[in-house]
Structure formats: structure tokens, C-alpha cells
């Protein structure tokens, strides 16, 4: 796949619900507060590739006086002047694989632990909240307001997959952004105590299929870790690039 193709989808995604600002050869995602997420500065689409320790410190920093998360996100094939950038400003980034499944790859067939959510589903709180406590490494499940992702379900901007267990208790989930035929699978997660079940995997392969129903033929994701790497690498994912993850906790 071509890495454009990717870096355009990227600065599209986030335009449905964020208001941007350029700040040098950054583009900075200011998200809608009724989303709950949390959005970052990616390098300007089309920019001049070089980039110094100055501008991310001046990024960082606008960051800062909006009262936002400072984190930048970007393709280290598509930006390579931006990574000793980034160290040069006293930043340690986190790299991790991006990967994209091949149009003609053959996944399972969907787990019946696993459905697709609609925007009234009164699962789709629990499913947040899941996912949320699962990255905390928590099994306590706590509801979470959606609040627009219900419109951005409904528009077909958002896919979210739950997961269940034995019981029938909401244990874990994930979610898709299609923008034509292209999507980014994200959040995948399943709480810590029902690990090691296939679950990830069968969320994983649910989402695709979602996305290719919905006319996607691009599906490709970030893996956080080498563990989560090859639960994507055994559905036949396979790694294109690498995504730079910069968040400052300090």
C-alpha cells in the first residue's frame, strides 16, 4: 500500500470532529470535547519534510497554552527528519509497527462472541468502558458516555465490535474509522481476565470484515506491542512502516 494513501487518511480522519491549527509544519488536532478522545499534532500533509528540534518544542508548546495533551503522531518513512527531531528536543517517542492486511487475505470466520454495535445499542457504554479498563489493566467494567461517537456510528464513520464471554458479560472491544476505502482499526482490547481466548483476535477479525462490508479494501492498524504484533501478523496482517507515538506525561 502506498504510504500517501495512508498519511492522507490520517489527516482526514480526525476533521469529522476536531477543529485544527497550524502550528509550523504541524497540523494540530483540537478534539470535540463530546468525543472523549484525545487527539495529537501530526506533520502538515504535503510539507516540506524537514523539521527541527525548535518545531516540535513550539508544537509542544501550543499544546500547553490550549490546555491539551501534548503528543505528536507520525510515519517515521513518510517524516524521517522528525524522529532525531524529536530526541534532539529531549523526547523519547514510542515506535510502533504499523501493519496492513494484504486486499486478498483470508481471515476466520467471525466468532459469535463478537457482533458488530449499532449507534442505540445499549451495549456500546459498556464496550467503552471495557476497552477503557482494559488498557489500565483492569477487569472492573465502568460504562462510558459515547457521546458522538453514536452520530459517527450512525453516519458510518465508526465501527465498534464488542466482545463477550461465556456469561454473556461485555469483556472487550474495538472500533474501525472508515473513510472510503481505506480504515485504521483501533483500541483493541480485551479485559485482563479473559486474556488468552482468542478474543482480540476474533475482534480483530470482526471489525474487518465490517469494513470490507462497508466497501473498504484498506484495513491497516498500529500494534502497541510485539505480543499484540503477532495476534495481527497470524490474521495476516503484515508490517508496511513504522507509526511514531510521542505523549508527554510530564
Do not use: N
Not at 463478537?114 to 464496550?127: A, E, G, I, K, N
Not at 486474556?195 to 484498506?218: I, K, P, S, Y
Request: charged residues 25%; glycine residues 8%; aromatic residues 6%.
Amino acid at each position: 500500500m502506498d504510504l500517501t494513501r495512508i498519511e492522507t487518511y490520517y489527516d482526514t480522519v480526525p476533521r469529522a470532529v476536531a477543529t485544527v491549527e497550524e502550528v509550523g509544519p504541524f497540523t494540530l488536532f483540537l478534539a470535540d470535547p463530546a468525543t472523549g478522545w484525545r487527539f495529537y499534532a501530526r506533520p502538515r500533509l504535503g510539507a516540506e519534510p524537514d523539521v527541527t528540534p525548535e518545531d516540535v518544542r513550539r508544537v509542544l508548546g501550543r499544546q500547553a497554552e490550549l490546555g491539551v495533551p501534548r503528543a505528536l503522531e507520525w510515519v517515521d518513512e513518510v517524516t524521517p527528519a522528525l524522529l532525531p527531531a524529536v530526541r534532539a528536543a529531549g523526547r523519547d517517542p514510542m515506535s510502533c509497527p504499523l501493519l496492513v492486511l494484504p486486499e486478498d487475505a483470508t481471515l476466520p470466520a467471525c466468532d459469535p462472541s463478537t457482533r458488530v454495535l449499532t449507534s442505540d445499542d445499549p451495549d456500546l457504554p459498556l464496550v467503552l468502558g471495557a476497552v477503557s479498563a482494559a488498557f489500565r489493566g483492569r477487569d472492573q467494567v465502568v460504562g462510558k458516555e459515547p457521546g458522538r461517537q453514536v452520530e459517527m456510528i450512525a453516519q458510518g464513520l465508526l465501527v465498534v465490535v464488542a466482545a463477550y464471554d461465556a456469561s454473556g458479560a461485555v469483556v472487550g472491544g474495538g472500533s474501525a474509522a472508515p473513510r472510503g476505502d481505506v480504515a485504521e482499526l483501533m483500541g483493541i482490547a480485551v479485559v485482563p481476565s479473559a486474556r488468552r481466548r482468542g478474543l482480540g483476535a476474533a475482534v480483530t477479525a470482526r471489525l474487518v470484515t465490517a469494513c470490507h462490508e462497508a466497501g473498504v479494501r484498506t484495513v491497516f492498524l498500529s500494534a502497541a506491542t510485539d505480543e499484540a504484533a503477532g495476534v495481527y501478523r497470524a490474521l495476516g496482517f503484515e508490517r508496511r512502516a513504522t507509526a511514531c507515538i510521542l505523549a508527554v506525561e510530564d
